[in-house]
């Protein structure tokens, strides 16, 4: 419910804010309270879609969307770091945000785009196991297949001995 405020909040003033369609001069160039520069991500948005011209009304939303993205996704990433007892800097590390971005179901987009870190060690170690977990198996059924044969050589032994034993009272 607090989210639906502060959305609906965020909301209000994002059209409060918008750029009037017809300003010119130094109103046109005013940020309205932006931090990212406005030629920037209307730049982005030319080279990622096939679009030649983006209205100011929607270059400022979008500008705004990405601040209040990346606002939570740090303010996120900053309560991660604060988690972290064994933390001897203030610093927003990598892991803060890969811990972000692989814990919210609405960023599963980018998941391959921030990978969460591993060492070689650990990669190497997990590699070592999995081998090992392989040959085990591999053991295993090797041991059952030798059951199975030898269960069936038993098998076999018994049904030649019955029919020897049958054969025998026909020859006296």
Known sequence: MAEAVQEAAAAAAVADAAPSGGASGKAARDTHGLILPLAKVKRMMREAADVKTISADANFVLTRATELFLQEV??????VMLQDEQRKS???DYKD???????????????EVVPTKVSAASVLARVQQEQEQKEQQRQQEEQQQGKQQQDDDDDNDD???DEQQEAEPEDS
């Open 74 to 79: 740090a303010g996120r990433a900053h309560e």
């Open 90 to 92: 203030n610093t927003l």
């Open 97 to 111: 945000v890969a811990a972000v971005v692989h814990s919210w179901d609405a960023l599963d987009f980018l998941h």
């Open 159 to 161: 049904e030649a001995g």
